[in-house]
Structure formats: C-alpha cells, structure tokens
C-alpha cells in the first residue's frame, strides 16, 4: 500500500537557524497537505500543495512539491521558539478516500 | 468556540470493556474523519463519513471498531472489548466538501486519550 516517509525524524535547532524537513511517498500523489501539531495538541492544516513543482510561501515557511508528485519539503527560515511541535506530511494518491499521514518531524528550537 | 469537539477529552478503562467517543464537527461539515494516533506516529485514518454515510473504512480496522453518524451532524466511535494495543489518542476531524475527501482541509479536534489497563 501507499507509505509517506518523512526525515529527519528529530531535528534540534538553535533559535535562526533554518529547519527542512522532508516528505518522500512510494507512489506518486494528487495533492500533499502538510499539519503542525504543537506539543499535546491536535494537528493544525498549514497548506496543500497541487501542481506539480509547485512552490508556496506562508511568511518565514516554504513549501514544495515535486516536479513527480512524489516528494515536498518544508523550509523554515530563522526558526523561532514559537515554531516548536511536529510537522506532518499527508499525501493523498487518488486512489483511496483518505490521507496517509508521515510520521513526522518533531523540531525543537533552543532559544 | 466553533471548532471540533471531542468528549471525553481523557478515557482510563480496563481491558475487555466497552468505550465511547464523540465528535461534535465544525457545524456546516459534511464530512467527518475518525484518525487513530500513537506516540512518535501520525494520525492513521480508521473511517469518514459524508452525511451520515459512512464511505471507507480502514482496512486496519478491527471488527471491535464501530462508528455511527446517524443524522449526518455529531458522530461516536465505539470499541468493543478494549485490549491494551487499543490504547491511543483518537482524534475526529472535519471538512467542508470541496471535491474529493482527498482534497479537502480537515479541521481537527483535541482528541480523545484512551487508557485500557
């Protein structure tokens, strides 16, 4: 079946440093949705992503998708304390009503 | 507060007992997602609603699952004969139509944090 793998799984960061995490799927998908959950807390929709090679910016935060829809990134430029949690990838292929959530990648930032 | 509801918010049972959740969606939702998360792990889908239709279920999904959304509004997940493994957050979430399920911005509730002893 469909897998979403994402890497690192942990990353540590000192506060401005910059931060990408990495979403990789086994087959190629129709859209990639990427959620932040902060710690003991839901996870919070930040964006979808579509076309392919497609390139969104959300302030400090830049997503990408692949030019084969099978892989995005999330970029953060000068990560703040405020951007702590874990950040999930979830793909969908079509082929199947729901998402396949990555396992994440849990960032912490040292101020 | 309008977003997506969950009660319990924490459930401690022993194993072998029946438990179960609800989920009051962000009310103009038609479809209503039930996700199952353990630590280090993200959300793994179980099943979704549109309306009151229940359209996929998990194939991972245990026959001691059930979930119910019997006017199209609120839903319940119940487990039958908890074991230990069952022990997990449940989370509910939910969306607007816009197309495919696949598609759609899923807005999620705080979860339900079940304990089987």
């Known amino acids: 079946g469909q897998q979403v793998m994402q890497i690192p799984q942990y990353q540590h960061v000192q506060e401005g440093e910059d931060f990408t995490t990495y979403c990789n799927s086994s087959?190629?998908?129709?859209?990639i949705q990427w959620y932040k959950q902060r710690p003991g807390g839901h996870p919070v929709f930040l964006i979808q992503l579509v076309k392919s090679g497609e390139v969104k910016k959300q302030k400090r935060l830049t997503f990408q998708f692949g030019e084969a829809k099978k892989n995005s990134s999330l970029h953060i430029t000068a990560t703040q304390t405020t951007d702590v949690g874990t950040y999930f990838c979830?793909?969908?292929?079509?082929?199947?009503?729901?998402?396949?959530f990555g396992k994440g990648t849990k960032l912490s930032v040292k101020p | 507060d309008t977003g997506v509801s969950q009660n319990p918010r924490h459930k401690i049972t022993k194993r072998g007992q029946n438990v179960t959740f609800r989920c009051d969606p962000i009310?103009?939702?038609?479809?209503l997602y039930w996700y199952r998360q353990t630590l280090g792990q993200g959300p793994e889908f179980l099943t979704y609603f549109q309306n009151e239709a229940q359209l996929e279920k998990s194939r991972l999904l245990s026959d001691r699952f059930s979930a119910e959304r019997p006017k199209g509004s609120f839903s319940t997940l119940e487990i039958q004969r908890t074991e230990q493994g069952d022990s997990a957050m449940y989370l509910c979430a939910s969306s607007l139509a816009s197309g495919t399920s696949g598609t759609d911005t899923q807005y999620f509730g705080p979860g339900t944090r079940l304990t089987v002893l």
């Open positions: 009310s103009e939702h038609n479809r």
């Open positions: 979830a793909g969908w292929s079509g082929s199947q009503g729901n998402l396949i």
């Open positions: 087959t190629t998908l129709s859209n």
